[in-house]
């Protein structure tokens, strides 16, 4: 019985089972002490500088590609409008512009999604993952070859993943944790090819053209773009049966 209960003990670590998120549990990890050790202050010192208070925090992140730019946005319960309140450098990312549409093609999915999972023995040591494929990957991908291992992790080595600094991911799970903690009932996340100015948008329509998937997710993302830099509220989306999005 003891030999059965070390197995499935060992099975649960290594399938990468959604853990428990509440911070009363995640602080009891050593990699998570270390993290709000190392980067707690950071974060209350950070929060304050933006007049926002950790119990009614909420957090929106967004990431580009082209620039490995990981944004991540705070407000207070009570308000409407989102600030920025770090800009994190992206460590390494892998592939190149457009979505991710198969398992191995080490595309980091690009699209709306949210944090599933925070893993505090990650081994890139600490991970929050991403719930790639979403509703739209699962219609354009290739099916049942989609993948879904995509996260946001340390250790700065990525096949398919935003991958920081491990420093740069202790205050990132962090904010996570708090966000959480504070009754955040999840936590969205949207991946862009690059900052989708009218500019950028325009090359990629050009350059890319006879990629019609790309340019029909990008349109989707660049609706969201413009909305949320004019608002600085997330866009509702709703996911429709041909893969495409309802942004407003």
Not at 34 to 59: C, F, N, P, Q
């Amino acid at each position: 019985m003891r030999l059965l209960l070390i197995l499935l003990a060992c099975l649960i670590l290594c399938s990468g089972m959604t853990t428990d998120t509440s911070k009363a549990k995640q602080i009891t990890y050593t990699r998570v002490r270390e993290a709000y050790s190392l980067k707690g202050k950071v974060v209350e010192k950070t929060l304050a500088g933006r007049a926002i208070s950790k119990e009614g925090m909420r957090i929106y992140f967004r990431a580009f590609k082209t620039e490995k730019i990981l944004e991540l946005w705070a407000k207070n319960s009570i308000d409407t409008a989102f600030v920025l309140l770090k800009e994190f450098p992206i460590c390494d990312l892998s592939g190149d512009v457009g979505p991710k549409r198969r398992y191995k093609d080490l595309q980091v999915p690009e699209g709306f999604y949210r944090i599933s999972e925070l893993n505090p023995f990650s081994k890139f040591y600490l991970s929050v993952k991403v719930n790639y494929p979403n509703a739209s990957d699962s219609i354009r991908g290739v099916r049942g070859r989609l993948g879904n291992h995509i996260f946001i992790h340390g250790s700065c080595v990525s096949s398919g993943c935003l991958a920081m600094t491990d420093d740069r991911m202790r205050e990132i799970y962090v904010y996570c944790v708090e966000a959480l903690n504070a009754g955040q009932a999840e936590i969205p996340i949207t991946i862009y090819p690059a900052k989708l100015t009218d500019a950028t948008y325009a090359r990629f329509l050009t350059r890319y053209a006879k990629y019609k998937d790309d340019i029909s997710l990008w349109g989707d993302l660049k609706k969201s773009y413009d909305l949320f830099n004019l608002k600085k509220v997330p866009p509702t989306v709703k996911f429709l049966p041909d893969g495409k999005h309802e942004v407003k």
